[in-house]
């Protein structure tokens, strides 16, 4: 799930994306996930608690590596009502 995460650039670092699942701070399908190597298929939920934004993200697809902006948006479907601001034009 880390991994995923980092792919799919919800978080700058793998680090990062470690922590904050180790917090608390992400849910999948509505359960609580405390492991990093938690395995996520395609079709999950991803329920994300970043700063002050809920984001909800539908897994669609994974990446080999990490790659561009672009490239991570293709990964994932938004499903929370509002765009954070970090994806604002």
Do not use: C
Not at 5 to 28: D, F, M, N, P
Not at 46 to 58: E, G, M, N
């Amino acid at each position: 799930m880390d991994k995923w995460l980092w792919h799919a650039r919800v978080v700058k670092a793998r680090t990062s994306a470690a922590e904050l699942v180790e917090s608390g701070q992400v849910r999948v399908n509505g359960t609580r996930e405390k492991s990093p190597g938690h395995a996520i298929k395609i079709g999950d939920v991803l329920t994300i608690a970043l700063d002050r934004t809920v984001r909800v993200l539908k897994v669609i697809a994974f990446n080999e590596r990490r790659g561009d902006a672009a490239s991570a948006r293709v990964l994932y479907e938004e499903l929370s009502e509002g765009t954070p601001s970090s994806q604002r034009n």
